[in-house]
């Protein structure tokens, strides 16, 4: 959106000011951050495995971190009493499965909103992990041509589901909601052509 106001020379913004394009949040900072925070709600965590749970899932995007991190927290605080509450890899699963339930009216909405090909391709992309979604070993498990699944996979940029991301191997298809792919996970896992899409650890 950032980018559509300050590059489109169509918009009033257009060229304001200088660019500068930034990354994540450094991992380590916001492992620590997360660390203190539980710490200091009187909670103990018991590996840093399970604070890089909480970012691998929600993808290091902060406010999808935010969600994850507190559905965590409302866990340990409910269900366990505060001395022994414990932050785990298996509390992390626990808060994103029930996270995303909350959210399952809006996902399931999105989804039977979308064609049969856009549904495949969304389960190829977290199968493939967003990377290499147009060589023949995936065209040929959708079941469509390498034009299709291109077409497809616009439609579900122009849409705001799928956004690119360049880096030094390549480009690499991201969901621009992490938890409706954890939705896709645990819901909408089906076979696509000879392979089947699986929860990852």
Same mark, same amino acid.
């Given at each position: 959106?950032? +980018?559509?106001?300050t590059m489109d020379a169509s918009r009033p913004f257009y060229r304001l000011g200088s ?28 590996d840093a495995s399970a604070i890089s749970l909480i970012l691998d899932l929600a993808e290091? =995007? ?50 039977? $909103? ?10 190829? =992309? =977290? ?40 880096? $030094? +191997? ?10 409706? $792919?954890?939705?896709i996970r645990l819901f909408a896992a089906e076979p696509v052509g000879s392979f089947e ?5």
């Amino acid at each position: 959106m950032l +980018n559509a106001m300050t590059m489109d020379a169509s918009r009033p913004f257009y060229r304001l000011g200088s660019v500068r394009f930034l990354g994540s949040v450094p991992r380590p900072d916001f492992e620590a951050f997360l660390g203190t925070k539980f710490v200091e709600s009187g909670f103990k965590v018991q590996d840093a495995s399970a604070i890089s749970l909480i970012l691998d899932l929600a993808e290091d =995007v902060p406010y999808n971190v935010q969600m994850l991190a507190h559905s965590c927290w409302d866990q340990l605080r409910d269900h366990v009493p505060i001395r022994s509450a414990i932050l785990t890899e298996a509390v992390v699963r626990q808060a994103l499965e029930l996270l995303v339930r909350q959210y399952d009216p809006f996902y399931t909405q999105l989804w039977t $909103a979308l064609t049969s090909i856009q549904q495949r391709t969304l389960q190829a =992309v =977290v199968k493939q992990g967003g990377v290499k979604l147009q060589s023949m070993t995936v065209v040929r498990s959708l079941g469509r041509g390498p034009s299709t699944v291109r077409r497809s996979l616009g439609a579900l940029i122009d849409r705001n589901i799928l956004r690119e991301e360049e880096s $030094a +191997n390549g480009i690499r298809m991201r969901f621009e909601a992490p938890f409706f $792919a954890q939705w896709i996970r645990l819901f909408a896992a089906e076979p696509v052509g000879s392979f089947e899409i699986t929860q990852t650890s």
